[in-house]
T-cell receptor, first 114, second 113 residues
């Protein structure tokens, strides 16, 4: 079946450090891939997406590249800020019959210290 | 600011109460979703509506009853809930039920006494 595996958290970094959160997936065919972010007390926000192999999604300094050969979609940011502290979810969606489903990873808590 | 609005933000209810959660979107999306999220876990899909018709029910107990009165509104009616139903309930919408991204509201935090 389809699944998403994320690195275990929490990830604790100092401000301006480089961030990588690993995400790998298992799916048949060509899923669309997403990163969502959840700030404390809020819902999920779409951070970035990629719909086909070698696509690079980017937003707010975050990037992730759809790598079909390694079935990965790792999230990176060159210089994190305290305001980036949140839970990050990697997800894929594929059409199943007439409906899509979002399949989430377990989430990775990022804590950025000043 | 989120484009999916959920009310109320917080709800405390007893196990014998009846209450409703509401969700509204004005993005012209034709698919709407209910999720349940427990602390430190990813959201779990409960229901999917496509063009105002229920298309997925993920074996949710009948004490949760969804309703889609029109393409912009989604309700979740609650009755005789159990303490384990305490969670964050998230609504989402997408253009259609394809592979387009889903847009989430900020959720209703529900506590069952």
């Amino acid at each position: 079946g389809n699944s998403v595996t994320q690195m275990e958290g929490p990830v604790t970094l100092s401000e301006e450090a480089f961030l990588t959160i690993n995400c790998t997936y298992t799916a048949t065919g060509y899923p669309s891939l997403f990163w969502y972010v959840q700030y404390p007390g809020e819902g999920l926000q779409l951070l970035l997406k990629a719909t086909k192999a070698d696509d690079k999604g980017s937003n707010k300094g975050f990037e992730a590249t759809y790598r079909k050969e390694t079935t990965s979609f790792h999230l990176e940011k060159g210089s994190v800020q305290v305001s980036d502290s949140a839970v990050y979810f990697c997800a894929l969606t594929r059409k199943s019959g007439a409906t899509n489903k979002l399949i989430f990873g377990t989430g990775t808590l990022l804590a950025v210290q000043p | 600011d989120t484009e999916v609005t959920q009310t109320p933000k917080h709800l405390v209810m007893g196990m014998t109460n009846k209450k409703s959660l509401k969700c509204e979107q004005h993005m012209g999306h034709r698919a709407m979703y209910w999720y349940k999220q427990k602390a430190k876990k990813p959201p779990e899909l409960m229901f999917v509506y496509s063009y105002e018709k229920l298309s997925i029910n993920e074996s949710v107990p009948s004490r949760f009853s969804p309703e889609c009165p029109n393409s912009s509104l989604l309700n979740l009616h609650l009755h005789a809930l159990q303490p384990e139903d305490s969670a964050l309930y998230l609504c989402a919408s997408s253009q259609e039920t394809g592979t387009q991204p889903q847009h989430f509201g900020d959720g209703t935090r529900l506590s069952i006494l």
